[in-house]
């Protein structure tokens, strides 16, 4: 197993949900990264939708090295060099294309690739990616559909992100499959852009509180 797999495992075990991050301005990096870190996150998504999505990266894992930052919304080769030379310590994708894989030259075990069936991810093992995305995993089958692929693929371990809530969260969190969750409402968009790092500190600890 890489060192990167180890080290998202071994932070994932003490917080296994992921704030899936839109940052308009990377002058809220630290402070959110710090209100994060209060919180007891250990990993953070910040995803490339917003034109300060790289600085943010960097900014963050300045202002909190403790913290395991990755690039998410990682869609190309120009995605995967701007993110790693930013500083990002994985990568993560909605899915995977020909092209994408291509540019990994070998990085597979970086990469978190969206998947959304049973073929995708078996795909996916055999190409050498060793943890997944489900993805948007309310649309593909939530709970259910992790408690099903758990049975035919028990080596396989899943992110779920998109269309989860915070009452879905110990739900998922109870599947043997299921090593971390994402959300982007954990520091919803308007929240980091409005400041309200008390407000992201005191949802993720709640979320925390159970796991």
């Given at each position: 197993?890489s060192?990167?797999?180890q080290?998202?495992?071994a932070?994932?075990?003490?917080?296994?949900?992921v704030?899936?991050?839109?940052?308009?301005?990377?002058a809220?990096?630290?402070p959110?990264?710090?209100?994060l870190?209060a919180?007891g996150v250990?990993?953070?998504?910040?995803?490339l939708r917003?034109?300060?999505?790289?600085?943010?990266?960097?900014a963050?894992?300045?202002?909190?090295?403790?913290?395991?930052?990755?690039a998410?919304?990682?869609l190309?080769?120009?995605?995967?060099?701007?993110?790693?030379a930013?500083g990002?310590?994985?990568?993560v994708s909605?899915?995977?294309?020909?092209?994408?894989?291509a540019?990994?030259g070998?990085?597979?075990?970086?990469?978190i690739?969206?998947?959304?069936?049973?073929?995708?991810?078996?795909?996916?093992a055999?190409?050498?990616?060793?943890?997944?995305?489900?993805?948007?995993?309310?649309?593909a089958?939530?709970?259910?559909?992790?408690?099903?692929?758990?049975g035919?693929?028990p080596?396989?371990?899943f992110?779920?992100?998109?269309?989860?809530?915070?009452?879905?969260?110990?739900?998922y969190?109870?599947?043997?499959?299921?090593?971390?969750?994402g959300?982007?409402?954990?520091?919803?968009?308007?929240d980091?852009?409005?400041?309200?790092?008390?407000?992201?500190?005191g949802?993720?600890?709640?979320?925390?509180?159970?796991a």
């Amino acid at each position: 197993m890489s060192d990167i797999v180890q080290k998202l495992d071994a932070a994932a075990k003490k917080a296994p949900v992921v704030p899936v991050l839109v940052v308009d301005s990377a002058a809220s990096a630290a402070p959110l990264a710090q209100a994060l870190e209060a919180a007891g996150v250990t990993i953070a998504e910040v995803t490339l939708r917003t034109a300060d999505g790289l600085k943010v990266i960097e900014a963050m894992r300045k202002a909190a090295p403790g913290l395991i930052v990755g690039a998410g919304t990682v869609l190309s080769g120009r995605d995967v060099e701007a993110a790693l030379a930013a500083g990002a310590e994985f990568l993560v994708s909605p899915g995977m294309s020909p092209g994408l894989r291509a540019a990994l030259g070998g990085r597979e075990q970086l990469m978190i690739p969206g998947v959304a069936t049973a073929s995708e991810a078996m795909t996916r093992a055999e190409e050498g990616f060793r943890r997944l995305k489900l993805f948007p995993a309310a649309v593909a089958g939530g709970v259910p559909a992790l408690k099903s692929l758990a049975g035919p693929l028990p080596h396989l371990k899943f992110m779920p992100t998109g269309g989860i809530t915070e009452g879905d969260v110990v739900s998922y969190l109870a599947q043997p499959n299921v090593f971390a969750v994402g959300g982007s409402w954990i520091a919803s968009q308007a929240d980091i852009a409005a400041g309200n790092w008390d407000k992201i500190t005191g949802i993720a600890k709640r979320l925390l509180a159970p796991a």
